[in-house]
């Protein structure tokens, strides 16, 4: 395995020593790494604008509007990093709530605007255990009327259930991830994973 910047900061996340600030300066840091690649995948056009020197320069601008969501409230802590990077952002949110007896998601809030042809959602939220808020989040970015291909879902630990869930659904979504782990614990929590994202980013562990 060749380690990377990306690994350091995962390995920071998961450390149990690592307190609320850390965690959370963390998490900033992985966001605009994770915004960068996110950025890729986004759709641009060819631009030309003219120098200082008077002359044209061909280059590239991005197509259409960026939306922005986070799923409540663990997605809340990668939003600033994506709204750093993409400034002229538009955000909805989801809102969806793990029952932790059963691990099902139950959606209480959702505020989304509509998706035309040309925009691009990336939806945030760090942890992908067994899909189930990831698989409901996409299908209210499809209602609001994205394509699987206009979204990009941006998290930072996958699980093989939950990857395998979305995969199956919607094989055209496309996932970036800080890292991947062998499988869920019996409450089904990422194992190893870093515990509950959103208690630790938030303070309320
Ligand atoms: N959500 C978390 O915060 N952690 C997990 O391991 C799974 C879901």
């Known amino acids: 395995m060749t380690e990377t910047l990306k690994d350091s900061l995962v390995t920071r996340l998961r450390d149990r020593e690592v307190g609320t600030t850390e965690f959370r300066r963390t998490a900033r840091r992985l966001g605009t790494l994770l915004a960068a690649e996110a950025a890729e995948h986004l759709r641009y056009e060819a631009e030309t604008v003219v120098t200082p020197l008077n002359v044209p320069a061909e280059g590239a601008s991005r197509v259409g509007k960026l939306i922005l969501v986070p799923i409540l409230r663990s997605g809340l802590a990668l939003l600033d990093s994506f709204l750093d990077y993409f400034d002229d952002a538009t955000v909805g949110m989801v809102g969806l709530k793990r029952d932790e007896a059963t691990a099902i998601a139950d959606i209480y809030y ?73 499988g869920l614990n019996p409450n089904k929590f990422i194992d190893p994973g870093l515990g509950d994202f959103g208690d630790r980013y938030f303070g309320t562990v």
């Open 110 to 182: 959702r505020n989304v605007p509509s998706i035309g042809v040309a925009d691009s959602v990336i939806l945030l939220d760090p942890m992908i255990a067994t899909g189930g808020s990831a698989a409901e989040a996409i299908k209210i970015l499809i209602e609001a009327g994205a394509t699987q291909e206009q979204i990009v879902f941006v998290c930072v630990i996958t699980a093989p259930e939950g990857l395998a869930r979305i995969r199956d659904v919607y094989p055209n979504v496309r996932i970036i991830g800080g890292t991947h782990d062998p």
